[in-house]
């Protein structure tokens, strides 16, 4: 059975910074493009950021260029996302989904997800 967990998100003052990660389970990590999305309220599920399976090429959305950097650890199988310089527009929850082979950021690529977990920014 496949499962993802996202650490704890939290609240954070604007400015500040927060690290996510996924361990996922059930599946071989190694195989899987992973990626962050996020859902504010009131609006549709978008892309954060992805990293492929192979050669580790990754996407990320104009809004966290520069700002968001994801990474792998296929020994250790985690994704993390190192949110910086966070603004109240980064406030959502955030979900890790994982993509079995293939890469590309469009939502409907992605098998599996986490539950999601709430980040705050405050002005």
């Known amino acids: 059975q496949v499962q993802l967990v996202e650490s704890e998100g939290g609240l954070v003052q604007a400015g500040g910074s927060l690290r996510l990660s996924c361990a996922p389970s059930?599946?071989?990590?190694?195989?899987?493009?992973m990626g962050w999305f996020r859902q504010a309220p009131g609006k549709e599920r978008e892309v954060v950021a992805t990293i492929a399976w192979i050669g580790g090429t990754t996407y990320y959305a104009d809004a966290v260029k520069g700002r968001f950097p994801i990474s792998r650890d296929n020994t250790k199988n985690t994704v993390n996302l190192e949110m910086t310089n966070l603004t109240p527009e980064d406030t959502a929850v955030y979900y890790c989904?994982?993509?079995?082979?293939?890469?590309?950021?469009?939502?409907?690529?992605?098998?599996?997800w986490g539950p999601g977990t709430q980040v705050t920014v405050s002005s």
């Open positions: 059930g599946l071989t990590f190694s195989r899987y493009s």
């Open positions: 989904a994982a993509r079995r082979l293939g890469s590309g950021s469009a939502i409907a690529g992605y098998n599996y």
